[in-house]
């Protein structure tokens, strides 16, 4: 088979066929900050800056698919929530946007041109789509999905706790509304600026967090309808969830995503058997104990168990399981993307 570009490669397994080889991914954002020189906040707020670091990390590591993101927090600064930036660590809600569910119906709509970090997202989607979108898949993430949303919006404990309170129940799905309503803005925006899909984060959704009980209730019904509402507008939205979502996989897969970024903690087996020929799973590599205090050839073994577990007749995608620390090395980098290389075979 000759050899294709990165966007080539991510695009047809993403499609469900079989390219050259394996792509891979790389959750980055904190990473490619380091790389360029820059804090964790410089890169955070300033849509140059994130641009500019992520063309950097892409030319000196040569992965397939860029990850675009600037923290877990946008869509929450965006919709009133207060949001720390730190030099050195991700951004996160510090005060939620309401201080009770009962105030959902006080909360407006977003404008990801003008609210908080939004603009600067979409304005290193374009730029990055303008220099290498031609050669590489660009994922810009649409940040959190409804339900990982909603609960910063009103802070996670009270949310989870409202979930089993029958009496919120209609207060807690007009919340659920809402968010699954910015979301779905911030998607579209993103695309519009050149990506050629985007992402969903609802790791709050997940059985590290939730029941499945409670994901099947709450979580799936607002994913679902979010990436069939994207997909009839010719659009296209993933999902991520830590932790071991293998307990939910299949109403994972069942919501349409055309691709699910999961973690090392799942099980790989049961994971690819429920996904084969249904969605692309993309992972797993742990960013901690791996990539970033593990050596060069303990990427490569974790990498090529990955490849021999999920990359059998297709639908998989190399990466680390969640976002690498801007302190992993680059040579654990490298030996990541030369294990798509080497051993990236659909066998």
């Not at 993101?69 to 050195?88: I, K, R, W």
Request: hydrophobic share 40%.
């Amino acid at each position: 088979m000759a050899e294709m570009t990165s966007l080539e490669r991510c695009m047809t397994v993403l499609q469900g066929g079989i390219p050259d080889r394996v792509p891979v991914c790389l959750e980055n954002f904190m990473h490619a900050a380091a790389v360029s020189g820059y804090t964790i906040r410089e890169y955070c707020l300033d849509g140059d800056k994130m641009a500019q670091a992520q063309i950097t990390a892409w030319q000196k590591f040569g992965h397939d698919m860029i990850d675009l993101e600037n923290g877990v927090a946008a869509l929450a600064q965006a919709v009133g929530c207060e949001v720390e930036f730190t030099d050195d660590a991700a951004p996160w809600v510090i005060a939620p946007a309401l201080e009770s569910l009962e105030q959902v119906d006080e909360l407006k709509p977003i404008d990801p041109y003008q609210d908080g970090t939004l603009p600067e997202m979409l304005k290193a989607t374009r730029l990055i789509a303008q220099e290498v979108g031609q050669h590489v898949c660009l994922l810009s993430e649409a940040d959190q999905g409804p339900f990982s949303l909603a609960a910063q919006i009103v802070s996670p404990a009270d949310f989870l706790i409202a979930l089993v309170e029958p009496h919120k129940e209609a207060l807690v799905h007009r919340l659920l509304e809402y968010a699954y309503e910015q979301v779905l803005r911030y998607a579209r925006a993103l695309i519009d600026a050149g990506a050629h899909l985007t992402m969903m984060g609802e790791s709050i959704s997940g059985p590290d967090v939730c029941s499945p009980a409670v994901y099947r209730r709450f979580a799936f019904p607002y994913q679902k309808r979010l990436i069939e509402t994207l997909r009839v507008e010719g659009k296209e939205i993933g999902m991520h969830i830590c932790g071991n979502a293998t307990k939910i996989i299949e109403p994972m897969v069942n919501t349409g995503s055309i691709f699910l970024q999961v973690d090392y903690k799942i099980n790989h087996d049961v994971c690819k058997g429920v996904t084969q020929g249904k969605t692309t799973l993309i992972g797993t590599v742990d960013p901690s104990s791996v990539m970033t205090l593990g050596t060069p050839e303990r990427v490569l073994e974790k990498a090529r168990y990955d490849i021999d577990h999920l990359a059998q007749n297709a639908g998989f995608i190399l990466s680390p399981g969640c976002t690498l620390p801007h302190t992993a090395p680059d040579e654990n980098v490298l030996a990541l993307v030369e294990a798509a290389k080497v051993y990236g075979q659909y066998q």
